[in-house]
């Protein structure tokens, strides 16, 4: 199953990367925070676990709807148009001192 995994991933890079950065940044803020804090403020709250699945063509299709042909995947948790990025970071960022962005995903 691996194989066909990897095999299925090849000439998709872009993708791998950025959910290999979506996870570790995940990790690094579950890990990193202090008690009773949630890193998801209230995006689908009534669900055990929030998971977004994007095919390849979805992302491709995304793709094609920007001029630049980029797609900006939400790490912050703030986005209106969550799991999309909509910038709310910039003032997640300002207010709570971090410096989290979206993982982007480029043609």
Do not use: Y
Not at 30 to 59: A, C, E, Y
């Amino acid at each position: 199953m691996a194989a066909e995994l990897f095999k299925a991933l090849q000439g998709h890079e872009v993708v791998v990367a950025a959910i290999v950065a979506f996870l570790v940044t995940a990790f690094m803020i579950l890990t990193g925070r202090k008690g009773g804090q949630h890193v998801n403020p209230g995006i689908k709250k009534d669900q055990p676990k929030v998971v977004d699945s994007f095919t390849m063509k979805d992302i491709e299709d995304l793709m094609k709807k920007d001029k630049n042909g980029v797609v900006a995947i939400c790490r912050c948790w703030r986005s209106k148009n969550f799991p999309l990025c909509d910038g709310s970071h910039t003032a997640f960022n300002k207010t709570c001192g971090d410096n989290v962005g979206p993982a982007v995903l480029k043609k």
